[in-house]
């Protein structure tokens, strides 16, 4: 109770010094806004401000030529918005200068009754340098005075995401200006607290379009909320660490975006809007984090898998979707796009994978993963075709929740399916699987029944012709260490190099012989390979010589 006390003690007269010192420097400083004559021109110069909120001001400049012609400018500006004041001195002219913060044009200029925009200065004459000095001082005055009392009459809400949602959802209005009208509103999602919907229309007084954007605060970047003031333009832009803002024209879905602008009517109801997204993205990323699962099984990770992974349409787009939830498993891939259809399967074990990564293409949501070491154990049919086995795959999804709720899951799925390396098989076993192989046709024999020379038969077809070749070797002779899973085009297999990769194989190819220092054979699948390569491995270091 008594910090409270203190507390309230301390802030008030610092606010009431605010706003008792505003007032009075604003009244010094007009007495040295005044007429000044120059050589051919008399400037009648006058400021004013709002007595209930008094940074609010209005300098009216009425300049009249030697025939008598006069132009009138009004400058209207929110002094708790102006950076800088400085005097500056010509042969002819006294000036005094007030400039926007950090550049920005948040000075309202009207000529001849007439809105021209917004300018980052405006220009105060003074009759001499003891005016100008005077008028400089009462205006830095004014301006420390000004920001926090025009701050104090702001009322945003404490750190509470639904309150600062419901906030901006009244505070997101209509603007209005001489040739354009924006209706724009915000509307909270009803499912997950950090995302809303930006809905804009847009009528130049020729046509009317209309959008809008899903997305969530949480991936909006902290730093990127800026105001932009263009021509009589007001906006706050933000920005986005990735392209998860799903925007749509009228009902037909555009892609997505990383960038959002809210409009505002005026600098000063712009840079309150700047303040409350300021605020609001931190709170909705720590909600966004929160909110997604923890995956601690590989089980749990297979519920979300079939639970988001499913058929879905996009625009004149449709994909079918299907997965087994199995660590061994086969992913398929219907899409049809304007009478075209395409069916894509991937085979592959889920222990292979790593490096999940969430991100969106066009009008796609994918999570791409790629194969440990950049290793081809991912089988590829297209259209029933066999094609080159690959090392990388993509996972199609309908929107970026389900993406970012999948993106949790994979890891422990990947985790729960690493397997240890596979129990080896004996020779009988190895020659079977040799031998199931289509094309090429290979046959694995033991060389007179010794258990460490070998005979490998393949016979490699095509349209035109057919290729035997035979090789006879010891596996004695073989390097174990440089033993290891093959994987060329649509083929999968082992191959091995003898000892410093000498020339100890005895080679016959269309009947002609020769010594070479590398075999291998064709397996029907990648967890064959696997097994087939642990296999020999022990073949080959259980023939020492």
């Known amino acids: 109770m008594n910090k409270y006390f203190k507390f309230i003690i301390i802030f008030c007269p610092v606010l009431s010094f605010a706003q008792a010192g505003l007032k009075p420097s604003l009244d010094k400083a007009k007495s040295f806004v005044k007429e000044i004559k120059l050589e051919k021109s008399t400037v009648s110069q006058s400021l004013s401000y709002d007595n209930a909120s008094p940074y609010d001001l209005k300098i009216a400049i ?15 500006f929110n002094l708790g918005l102006i950076g800088d004041v400085k005097r500056s001195a010509s042969t002819k002219e006294m000036k005094v200068e007030l400039s926007g913060q950090k550049g920005l044009k948040v000075i309202k200029v009207t000529k001849g009754g007439e809105t021209q925009g917004y300018e980052k200065e405006v220009v105060i004459l003074a009759e001499n340098v003891d005016d100008a000095r005077e008028l400089e001082k009462n205006l830095k005055d004014a301006i420390a005075a000004a920001k926090p009392a025009w701050e104090s009459t702001i009322k945003l809400p404490k750190d509470d995401l639904n309150a600062l949602q419901a906030w901006l959802s009244q505070n997101i209005k209509d603007v209005a200006s001489d040739k354009q ?17 930006l809905s804009i229309e847009e009528n130049d007084g020729k046509k009317t379009s209309e959008s809008q954007s899903d997305f969530s605060w949480g991936d909006l970047t902290e730093n990127s909320p800026e105001l932009k003031i263009n021509g009589k333009e007001i906006s706050i832009g933000v920005k986005s660490k990735n392209d998860f803002i799903q925007t749509y024209q009228g009902s037909t879905f555009k892609g997505f975006e990383d960038k959002l602008k809210f409009y505002a009517e005026s600098p ?4 309150v809007l700047l303040m409350a997204i300021q605020k609001i993205i931190p709170l909705a990323a720590k909600e966004l984090k929160d909110r997604l699962p923890k995956v601690a099984t590989k089980e749990d990770g297979f519920k979300i898998l079939k639970d988001k992974l499913k058929d879905f349409k996009v625009n004149e787009s449709a994909y079918g979707i299907q997965i087994e939830p199995s660590c061994l498993t086969t992913y398929t891939v219907k899409s049809e796009s304007k009478g075209k259809a395409v069916e894509e399967v991937y085979k592959f074990s889920f222990g292979d994978l790593n490096d999940f990564k969430l991100s969106v293409s066009k009008d796609l949501v994918k999570i791409s993963s790629k194969v440990k070491d950049g290793k081809k ?4 049919v297209k259209d029933g075709q066999p094609q080159n086995y690959d090392n990388s795959i993509e996972f199609l999804l309908n929107d970026v929740e389900s993406g970012r709720y999948l993106a949790e899951a994979l890891p422990a799925i990947e985790k729960g399916c690493k397997t240890a390396d596979p129990a080896a098989g004996d020779f009988k076993w190895l020659a079977a699987q040799v031998s199931v192989a289509e094309n090429p046709k290979q046959t694995i024999e033991l060389k007179d029944g010794d258990k460490c020379k070998i005979k490998l038969t393949s016979n490699q077809s095509d349209s035109k012709k057919s290729v035997e070749t035979i090789q006879e070797l010891n596996l004695y002779d073989l390097d174990p260490k440089k033993t290891e899973i093959d994987v060329s085009g649509k083929n999968v297999g082992i191959s091995a190099l003898t000892l410093n990769k000498e020339k100890f194989i005895n080679q016959t190819k269309d009947g002609k012989s020769t010594f070479v220092s590398e075999t291998g054979f064709v397996v029907n699948n ?12 022990s073949l080959i270091e259980g023939c020492k010589k």
Do not use: M, P, R
């Open 268 to 271: 000063t109801q712009g840079s």
């Open 62 to 76: 009425n300049t009249t030529d030697s025939k008598g012609k006069s132009t009138e400018e009004v400058f209207e």
């Open 377 to 380: 154990y991912i089988q590829y």
């Open 181 to 197: 009208s924006i209706k724009q509103s915000l509307k909270k999602s009803a499912v997950y607290k950090d995302k809303a919907v």
């Open 526 to 537: 990648i967890e064959t390979a696997k097994k087939a390569l642990i296999t020999f491995k």
